[in-house]
């Protein structure tokens, strides 16, 4: 069975205080009871609240991940993060090919694919976004979007390698616009995708993928996304950053899961 997985994304969003509060407040809500073995949790707060994150969850079934990191492992890059320092303060995850990142920072196919072969070197599992703009779907051109995408960021990933990655796709026009893809827009995409990877991979590659969906998810609308077949959990913005929010999608994961069996 795939891992259903929640990550919350906090962006350039908290500051030491108010992100010890929210670290606080997931760790009193969200207990080993609450989530059970079936969903996996995973916050993603900025850099500099890393070590601050690993002290306030470390003792607790929440994992924790970091939003962005250079694909060098060293070296002469002021103002960049590695991914071996990821690790040391204990990340598990870490998200690379935002589409904010694609936008404001030029980040390519060919960038994103080097930090995801670079963090599986390290020993993290790469949450690699993937997602078409408002005039690609209006032209008609997502699926094309997808397989390029698909195959850039996979560039030179074998089989064993594809199963320790995890795919968001997060269409543009629905991060941040409280716009979410519909339940059936974005199964349609997650099948293509599972698709893409049996076609290229083998038969059954595809199907042990985890594919998380983002995009303007929230409590209300979390259940009937998680629903659907091949969306296998949330990358979340926003409604990370309220506690309640969050682990009302959590909550929603736990009764999908519990509903498919
Ligand atoms: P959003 O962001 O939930 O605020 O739409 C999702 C994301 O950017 O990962």
Redesign the pocket.
């Given at each position: 069975m795939r891992t259903r997985l929640i990550a919350g994304?906090w962006?350039m969003n908290m500051d030491r205080h108010s992100g010890a509060v929210l670290l606080n407040e997931l760790k009193g809500i969200l207990t080993p009871d609450r989530i059970g073995q079936s969903v996996s949790v995973v916050v993603c707060p900025p850099f500099p609240l890393l070590g601050l994150a690993g002290d306030i969850l470390g003792s607790t079934p929440l994992s924790i991940g970091a939003q962005n990191m250079h694909h060098e492992k060293g070296g002469a890059y002021t103002g960049e993060i590695s991914a071996d320092m990821l690790v040391s303060f204990g990340c598990r995850y870490v998200?690379v090919g935002?589409?904010?990142r694609r936008r404001y920072f030029h980040e390519t196919d060919e960038i994103v694919n080097r930090k995801a072969l670079r963090a599986l070197g390290s020993g993290l599992t790469p949450i690699i976004?993937i997602g078409e703009t408002l005039e690609e779907r209006e032209a008609g051109s997502t699926m094309d979007i997808i397989e390029r995408q698909v195959s850039g960021v996979l560039e030179g990933f074998d089989r064993a390698m594809l199963d320790r990655v995890i795919l968001?796709y997060?269409p543009v026009w629905?991060?941040?616009?409280g716009k979410?893809a519909t339940p059936a827009q974005a199964q349609e995409v997650h099948r293509f995708v599972r698709d893409l990877l049996d076609e290229r991979y083998s038969p059954e590659a595809g199907e042990g993928v985890t594919i998380l969906y983002?995009?303007?998810?929230k409590a209300e609308n979390a259940y009937d996304l998680l629903s659907e077949p091949d969306i296998d959990g949330g990358?979340?913005?926003?409604?990370?950053l309220d506690a309640r929010q969050f682990t009302g999608i959590v909550d929603a994961a736990c009764r999908a899961r519990e509903h498919q069996g």
């Open positions: 994304n962006k998200i935002h589409s904010e976004c968001a997060e629905a991060i941040g616009t979410n983002g995009g303007s998810m990358l979340v913005g926003g409604a990370s």
